[in-house]
């Protein structure tokens, strides 16, 4: 419980403190995500100030080589941080959904062995289900599962560690023999289980079912002997103590409690061949509210969201890097084509700006027109061209044709376009004149490629599919055997 609503707590002062921040995201946010990614930049800001970084020095790197790579890293960890905010806010609500609702599940453990409990574990009960083979009915079978025996040693030795025990503990905390005015604790077993005692008291009635001291003692005090059988599996030994016992001074609250608790065991001494057991509604005049212990599924909840929190943080990573992969395929698959288009228009009597250029702008304006036409725009962007665009765009702003040829390759991460930003770089120095016929060349080589690529795919979709194609045999397998089997 604690745990909740510390968390509870976090979340909301990450809310307080992060309400001012504005997103940094270019895309649009829904307007339910935007408290969450605004936690994930005061967290993000907190670990910047926490390293000794400033915004003014990011910003100036951001307008470096690779300042890109770095924004777009950082746009991805705030939009995990977000989502892993998201999953804790959720899982907190749902956690107190829990606790509300209630509810316990059951465990059937089946298993063909059964292990016992080491020693000094207290024996333990296991319910089992059996059915026979020739029976449709299912017995319930209880096993009793004993500790494992001790040695003779061993029991020697229990006993002993017992008797020490209770030397120390059976005058009760911070109380001496030779005066007790507390509860003594008078335990029916000792080292987990491993040794059993039964108490016999002299005289009887001047401790009661819990160890505590009767009221009816006088000033001076009564000698109490104690003695108790320990017992470890066969073997016993005698223990005997004297206690002078004093009347308990109590408070008003202990003497309530323990009114009470007298009460229900004359009640039930007095119901025991009832079928049930009154509890009193009033203590010395004072009315009396019973309720049953609360059930919480807290720690529940708590587990679940943290586990989810887990899976989001992970599972964003690893959708990222299905992305990544599934933008390196599509610029793989892309690469002949675009070194065909460079070279054919090369070949045209275009400078290699503008065939660069005009490649880039046909892209744009078809990904216009399928906007404008409403269409699915995920299936229609071109991260090979995407590039191309921006390349452009830096040669607007002022890059240099080859410094932008270069940073194309770079940022499309692939070998191929890095050697092709390498060709167009150089081909500004030695002129464009074998650069077509070079182009060309390359994109013969890279169709080969493509090929071989493709080949590949399609086996591992078929490794893919294996697993589906299984199961889907084993329901046609199912639905003929089953009629067959029931005719039998």
């Avoid at 090369?346 to 503008?354: H, I, K, R, V």
């Avoid at 299936?379 to 061209?385: G, H, N, Q, T």
Wanted: proline fraction near 3%.
């Amino acid at each position: 419980m604690k745990l909740y609503f510390l968390l509870v707590a976090l979340q909301g002062l990450l809310f307080f403190l992060s309400a001012g921040i504005i997103p940094a995201e270019k895309e649009e946010i829904p307007i339910w995500q935007k408290p969450f990614y605004q936690e994930a930049g005061f967290l993000l800001g907190l670990r910047e100030r926490a390293a000794g970084e400033k915004a003014d020095r990011r910003k100036r790197a951001g307008r470096k080589s690779g300042g890109r790579e770095t924004e777009e890293s950082e746009a991805r960890l705030r939009k995990r941080l977000a989502y892993v905010m998201m999953a804790l806010f959720l899982g907190l609500g749902f956690t107190l959904l829990l606790e509300f609702a209630g509810g316990s599940g059951q465990t059937l453990l089946e298993a063909l062995t059964l292990q016992r409990p080491e020693h000094g574990e207290s024996a333990v009960t296991q319910q089992l289900q059996v059915q026979f083979d020739e029976f449709e009915e299912v017995a319930d079978i209880e096993v009793d599962l004993e500790a494992r025996r001790f040695t003779e040693e061993e029991k020697e030795k229990l006993l002993d560690t017992a008797v020490e025990e209770l030397d120390r503990q059976l005058p009760g905390e911070g109380q001496s023999a030779d005066h007790v005015q507390g509860q003594v604790v008078l335990p029916a077993e000792m080292l987990d289980g491993a040794v059993e005692l039964i108490w016999f008291q002299d005289p009887q009635n001047l401790l009661d079912e819990e160890g505590y001291i009767s009221e009816d003692l006088s000033e001076e005090g009564e000698l109490l002997t104690l003695k108790a059988v320990l017992s470890c599996q066969n073997a016993e030994r005698i223990y005997e103590r004297v206690l002078r016992l004093y009347p308990v001074e109590r408070s008003s609250w202990e003497a309530l409690v323990y009114q009470l608790r007298r009460a229900i065991r004359s009640e039930e001494e007095k119901s025991a061949s009832d079928g049930e057991l009154t509890l009193p509604e009033e203590i010395d005049g004072i009315g009396l509210t019973w309720m049953r212990p609360a059930h919480s599924l807290i720690g529940l909840g708590i587990g679940l969201t943290l586990f989810a929190a887990a899976a989001v943080w992970l599972g964003m990573e690893q959708v990222y890097e299905e992305r990544v992969k599934a933008r390196r395929r599509q610029l793989q698959m892309d690469y002949p084509d675009l070194l065909f288009k460079l070279g054919m228009l090369l070949s045209a009597g275009m400078t290699m700006q503008e065939a660069f250029t005009k490649a880039a702008r046909e892209y744009e304006n078809r990904k216009r027109k399928s906007q404008e036409e409403k269409k699915d725009q995920r299936e229609k962007v071109r991260y090979a061209y995407e590039e191309m665009l921006t390349a452009c765009r830096e040669m607007q702003t002022g890059v240099s044709e080859a410094k932008a040829y270069e940073n194309y390759g770079q940022r499309c991460q692939l070998p191929g376009y890095i050697k092709l930003g390498t060709l167009l770089s150089g081909g500004l120095q030695k002129g464009s004149e074998g650069l077509s016929k070079l182009l060309l060349d390359e994109a013969e080589l890279s169709l080969e490629e493509r090929q071989q690529f493709a080949r590949q795919l399609g086996e591992e979709a078929g490794t893919k599919l294996l697993l589906p194609m299984t199961g889907m045999l084993m329901v046609v397998l199912a639905v003929l055997m089953v009629p067959a089997m029931m005719s039998l």
